[in-house]
């Protein structure tokens, strides 16, 4: 089964953040790289969060270290298998929606594309991510 990294699992490895980076790098190597996503969603909110930083910053400083963090995050994506927010996902959402799943859009739309690939969603979130019905979702990073 391939896995779906959800953002924070991303920001773990983008930030090598320890003791969970190490973790979650010792189950994700043992899969094959294919077998290993993010969704594009994650992208828009990795993307809209520095977008902001570079928008607000003021400073020479602040200004050259929004840009560096926005062209960091633009390459590890160009590394990544990032899987389409499909009409068979936007369906998937739709329909979440109307069973009245009451999580965040960007992560309804995460679990959506989880869901239409049969992917593992690896996330930290698991109390939003199990009110997802039929979602299988685990944290590989405890």
């Not at 594009?40 to 200004?63: L, M, P, R």
């Not at 389409?84 to 959402?93: G, L």
Request: proline residues 3%; charged residues 25%.
């Amino acid at each position: 089964m391939a896995v779906l990294l959800d953002t924070d699992h991303l920001s773990i490895l983008q930030r090598r953040t320890q003791p969970q980076c190490d973790r979650l790098r010792q189950r994700l190597d043992r899969l094959p790289a294919d077998d290993i996503a993010t969704s594009i969603v994650c992208h828009q909110e990795q993307f809209a969060g520095w977008q902001a930083y570079v928008n607000q910053s003021k400073t020479d400083d602040e200004i050259v270290h929004a840009y560096g963090e926005l062209e960091f995050m633009w390459r590890f994506f160009r590394k990544m298998n990032v899987v389409s927010f499909t009409s068979e996902a936007q369906t998937r959402f739709v329909s979440l929606r109307k069973q009245k799943i009451r999580i965040p859009t960007l992560d309804l739309r995460i679990a959506s594309v989880a869901l239409v690939t049969d992917s593992l969603l690896l996330s930290r979130n698991l109390k939003d991510f199990r009110q997802v019905p039929g979602l299988n979702v685990e944290d590989w990073t405890t």
